[in-house]
Nanobody, 124 residues
Framework: QVQLVESGGGLVQAGGSLRLSCTTS????????MGWFRQAPGKEREFVEGISRTGGTPYYTDSVKGRFTISRDNAKNTVYLQMNSLKPEDTAVYYCAASNYDYVHTDLTNWDYWGKGTLVTVSS
């Protein structure tokens, strides 16, 4: 079993930055593909960005292109999401997820483990 714990959420003004962290415990962190998802009020959970086991070229959704960057530190069992130029529409609960697949999937059903989420609120 893998436990994922997110941190770093909070309230920020539009144009500001936040860095989310997700620390895992359990099976070897480096064996998982990692990703970030988000769920805005009244909306479905959606894929944001993912990164392979070795930290290769990340895959992201178009709405965060050029603004969000995922990275991982396998020595620290942690994956990060650096969020810059935040917009009010980025307001959501952000979830960390881990997958046993070799590559990033945008489909939620292909992710095996989930954190409880951290709230990001962007004010206008």
């Amino acid at each position: 079993q893998v436990q994922l714990v997110e941190s770093g959420g909070g309230l920020v003004q539009a144009g500001g930055s936040l860095r989310l962290s997700c620390t895992t415990s359990g099976r070897t962190f480096s064996s998982y593909t990692m990703g970030w998802f988000r769920q805005a009020p009244g909306k479905e959970r959606e894929f944001v960005e993912g990164i392979s086991r070795t930290g290769g070229t990340p895959y992201y959704t178009d709405s965060v292109k050029g603004r969000f960057t995922i990275s991982r530190d396998n020595a620290k069992n942690t994956v990060y999401l650096q969020m810059n130029s935040l917009k009010p529409e980025d307001t959501a609960v952000y979830y960390c997820a881990a997958s046993n697949y070799d590559y990033v999937h945008t489909d939620l059903t292909n992710w095996d483990y989930w954190g409880k989420g951290t709230l990001v609120t962007v004010s206008s």
